[in-house]
């Protein structure tokens, strides 16, 4: 856990990152992120969900090695890694990981498979937020695809953020992207599409716990349907142990 002036500083180089590079996005900032700022210690965490696609292919066009995350819960929908393959190959990114929590952990944590069924929250510690927490070890900095319009969550979401308890700086370069260049990225570059975006799916996670989203709902809302729970954890997950 970093102490309160460890904390500052980390509030200074956000403010510093945000004055140098706070006028650049897409493949600019992050190939300067990568190169200049960061020296490689820097990673992408994707989803490789319904928007995933446009991130990496930034990421991909900045340097095909970007180390990019991609946790495997071991409850994710086949579409979900079929796409992943398709997108790695036609992008050409080689610097792709896939992780996820050890045998061990589920072992001790979920042995029936349903932790699920007892607490969403502890399910999604277990299976994304501990793997993702120590694949970032050496990492100074991290990469997500999250954006202002997605939820009224992220409704105020900042390109640079201090991570609290980690040290490392988070990065949101598609943060202030509507819909429309989302999509306008899309048949730009004549990306895939995940496949079951067209069957009502617009924000996937695990199969136990996405569902089809209503027409003109928040894009979220398929997450944890019925529930209070707005996010996995990865985003609000601190150093201590706890997801908030």
């Known amino acids: 856990m970093l102490d309160g002036l460890a904390q500052a500083v980390k509030r200074d180089r956000v403010a510093d990152l945000t004055e140098r590079y706070g006028r650049l996005n897409g493949a600019v900032l992050l190939n300067a992120l990568l190169r200049d700022e960061f020296d490689g210690r820097v990673a992408v965490v994707s989803s490789f969900g319904t928007e995933s696609a446009v991130l990496l292919a930034l990421a991909a066009e900045a340097d095909p090695s970007f180390p990019v995350l991609f946790v495997d819960t071991g409850k994710l929908f086949g579409e979900t890694l079929r796409y992943r393959d398709k997108l790695v190959s036609a992008l050409g990114l080689t610097g792709v990981r896939t992780i996820g929590p050890t045998d061990a952990d589920l072992a001790a944590e979920d042995p029936d498979g349903l932790l699920f069924t007892r607490s969403h929250d502890a399910c999604c510690h277990l299976r994304k937020t501990v793997p ?31 991570e609290e308890g980690t040290g490392r700086i988070k990065i949101n370069p598609l943060a202030h992207w509507d819909r429309e260049r989302i999509d306008q990225e899309f048949a730009r570059r004549n990306l895939p599409r995940h496949p079951l975006e067209a069957d009502g799916f617009l924000s996937i996670g695990c199969f136990t716990c996405t569902e089809r989203v209503a027409p003109g709902a928040d894009p979220r809302s398929g997450r944890w349907a019925g529930t209070a729970k707005t996010e996995c954890g990865i985003h609000t997950f601190k150093k201590t142990g706890t997801a908030q």
Do not use: I, N, Y
Not at 135 to 142: H, I, K, P, R
């Open 132 to 162: 993702l927490d120590r694949a970032l070890e050496g990492f100074d900095a991290w990469v997500t695809g999250r954006k202002r319009f997605q939820a009224s969550t992220r409704a105020a979401l900042p390109l640079f953020e201090a």
